[in-house]
C-alpha cells in the first residue's frame, strides 16, 4: 500500500530536516500504530503519506504512485479516491450538516460514491448508525456536536467509500478512556471491513496492542539520530 524510499524532509526555515527515513514499507491490510513523542514529526510523516506534502529527496508511493510526480490537481484527485483522514482536531465543516460532512469525500471523488453499496446517501446513513450517532442528529450543524460525536462523524467520514488507505492523526487525545475505547473498536472494525490500511498516529503505547503492526518513528527517522 504504501512505500517510502529515501524520504528527506525538511520544514522551510527551519534549518535541518526533520525526517530522514531509508525504507518503510506497509503492506495493504494492515493496522499500524506508528508512535513517538510530540514534535518528532508524526503528522508531518503523515502529510507526506497522504500527498498533502511532498518531499524534494526520495519517494512516497501510495498503490505504487510517487505522490512526487504528480501535478497539484491530480495528487488531490488521488488523495480523494484513495486516503481517508482523521484529523486530531477533526476538521469537521461546522457550517454543514453531519450527514454532509460524511458524504464530502464523495463529492469530491466519483470512484468513493460507486464503493458506497446502495449509494453515497445509504452508505453515509449506515455509518453514521454504526458509530451510534442517531438519525436526529444527521441534519445538524457538525458545530453543535460534543467532541465524542464530532470524532465520530471525522471517522465515518474518513471511512465513507472504502478508501485503500485512513490515516489518523491523535485521534483519540480529546476523549476520556471510556469513549477512547469504544471509537478504537469501532476504526479497527470498519478498516478490517472494508479492507483498508490504517495508520495510526498517537503518543499512548496503551493502544499498540490492538494493531498488528507497531513502528517507532524516532528509530526510523535518521534525522533524529543525528539531531
Same mark, same amino acid.
Do not use: N
Given at each position: 500500500m504504501l512505500e517510502i524510499?529515501?524520504?528527506?524532509?525538511?520544514?522551510? *526555515?527551519? *534549518?535541518?530536516?526533520?525526517?530522514?527515513?531509508?525504507?518503510?514499507?506497509?503492506?495493504?491490510?494492515?493496522?499500524?500504530?506508528?508512535?513517538?513523542?510530540?514534535?518528532c514529526g508524526k503528522s508531518t510523516l503523515l502529510g507526506l503519506m497522504a500527498g498533502v506534502l511532498v518531499a524534494p529527496r526520495g519517494q512516497v508511493r501510495l498503490l505504487g504512485q510517487d505522490w512526487?510526480?504528480?501535478?497539484?490537481?491530480?495528487?488531490?484527485?488521488?488523495?480523494a479516491e484513495h486516503v481517508g483522514v482523521i484529523f486530531q482536531q477533526f476538521n469537521l465543516l461546522p457550517y454543514v450538516s453531519v450527514a454532509d460532512n460524511v458524504l464530502l469525500?464523495?463529492?469530491?471523488?466519483?470512484?468513493?460514491?460507486?464503493?458506497?453499496? *446502495? *449509494?453515497?446517501?445509504?452508505?453515509?446513513?449506515?455509518?453514521l448508525q454504526r458509530v451510534a450517532l442517531p438519525p436526529s442528529l444527521w441534519p445538524r450543524r457538525a458545530d453543535a456536536l460534543s467532541v465524542g460525536q464530532q470524532q465520530r462523524v471525522a471517522a465515518a467520514r474518513a471511512l465513507i467509500g472504502r478508501p485503500g488507505l485512513v490515516i489518523a492523526?491523535?485521534?483519540?487525545?480529546?476523549?476520556d478512556a471510556a469513549l477512547r475505547d469504544d471509537f478504537m473498536a469501532l476504526l479497527l472494525e470498519e478498516c478490517r471491513a472494508g479492507g483498508s490500511t490504517l495508520v495510526?498516529?498517537?503518543?499512548?503505547?496503551?493502544?499498540?496492542?490492538r494493531f498488528d503492526e507497531r513502528l517507532s518513528l524516532p528509530a526510523l527517522n535518521r534525522a533524529a539520530a543525528l539531531s
Open positions: 524510499r529515501d524520504l528527506h524532509y525538511a520544514w522551510p *526555515g527551519a *534549518g535541518g530536516e526533520c525526517l530522514a527515513i531509508e525504507r518503510l514499507d506497509i503492506a495493504a491490510g494492515r493496522a499500524v500504530f506508528l508512535h513517538g513523542p510530540s514534535g512526487a510526480a504528480l501535478r497539484g490537481g491530480t495528487r488531490d484527485a488521488r488523495r469525500p464523495c463529492r469530491f471523488s466519483a470512484a468513493r460514491a460507486r464503493r458506497c453499496a *446502495g *449509494g453515497p446517501v445509504v452508505a453515509a446513513q449506515a455509518l492523526d491523535e485521534p483519540t487525545s480529546a476523549l495510526f498516529v498517537s503518543h499512548d503505547d496503551r493502544l499498540a496492542a
